[in-house]
T-cell receptor, first 113, second 116 residues
Framework: AQSVTQLGSHVSVSEGALVLLRCNYSSSVPPYLFWYVQYPNQGLQLLLKYTTGATLVKGINGFEAEFKKSETSFHLTKPSAHMSDAAEYFCAVSGAAGNKLTFGGGTRVLVKP | NAGVMQNPRHLVRRRGQEARLRCSPMKGHSHVYWYRQLPEEGLKFMVYLQKENIIDESGMPKERFSAEFPKEGPSILRIQQVVRGDSAAYFC??????????????FGPGTRLTVL
């Protein structure tokens, strides 16, 4: 069984400030981890993923995330927020044995000018 | 290469009617997944299909919901006798289904179902 917890359903950041979105997971098998972004009334776009190998993963739009097995975390960061980063972000986990994704509840990011 | 297509994008039904949601996977993809997003919630897995075969339906409600992915044509998610609680966004994703590797899922734009 797998689960994902995203701390904070809403995050407000100033333009140019650090964006930090927290994600903790639980998985009975080695996890594959993902961050997706959803803009209003649109589908999900993959930001980045961790499957194997390097634990620091770089994605699109300047985002990166680090897989920390000891902390069961996969937090998402971006050094400098841009207005276009305002969206909802979902962390997800999948087991190696199957492909269904288990999502967290999402974090809505508001970027203030 | 077109992405995952879903139609209709918006669907309004009255209680008791049937809803049919269609998903055309990306070219070359033979696996389809359906997820439901209730208002203010994350996505929840419903069903995972290969052509002519249901692989995992552990997330499907026991009644009124069914899914198929025929040899030809799109995948269909069917909801019979809809109720207000079925109002949600339904997302389809597709993947190649290649053995021995993680298969990335590509998501469609979703169908937003409103039950009056």
């Amino acid at each position: 069984a797998q689960s994902v917890t995203q701390l904070g359903s809403h995050v407000s950041v100033s333009e140019g400030a650090l964006v930090l979105l927290r994600c903790n997971y639980s998985s009975s098998v080695p996890p594959y981890l993902f961050w997706y972004v959803q803009y209003p009334n649109q589908g999900l776009q993959l930001l980045l993923k961790y499957t194997t190998g390097a634990t620091l993963v770089k994605g699109i739009n300047g985002f990166e995330a680090e897989f920390k097995k000891s902390e069961t975390s996969f937090h998402l960061t971006k050094p400098s927020a841009h207005m276009s980063d305002a969206a909802e972000y979902f962390c997800a986990v999948s087991g190696a044995a199957g492909n269904k994704l288990t999502f967290g509840g999402g974090t809505r990011v508001l970027v203030k000018p | 290469n077109a992405g995952v297509m879903q139609n209709p994008r918006h669907l309004v039904r009255r209680r008791g009617q049937e809803a049919r949601l269609r998903c055309s996977p990306m070219k070359g993809h033979s696996h389809v997944y359906w997820y439901r997003q209730l208002p203010e919630e994350g996505l929840k897995f419903m069903v995972y299909l290969q052509k002519e075969n249901i692989i995992d339906e552990s997330g499907m409600p026991k009644e009124r919901f069914s899914a198929e992915f025929p040899k030809e044509g799109p995948s269909i998610l069917r909801i019979q006798q809809v109720v207000r609680g079925d109002s949600a966004a339904y997302f389809c994703a597709s993947s190649t289904g290649l053995a021995g590797a993680y298969n990335e899922q590509f998501f469609g734009p979703g169908t937003r179902l409103t039950v009056l």
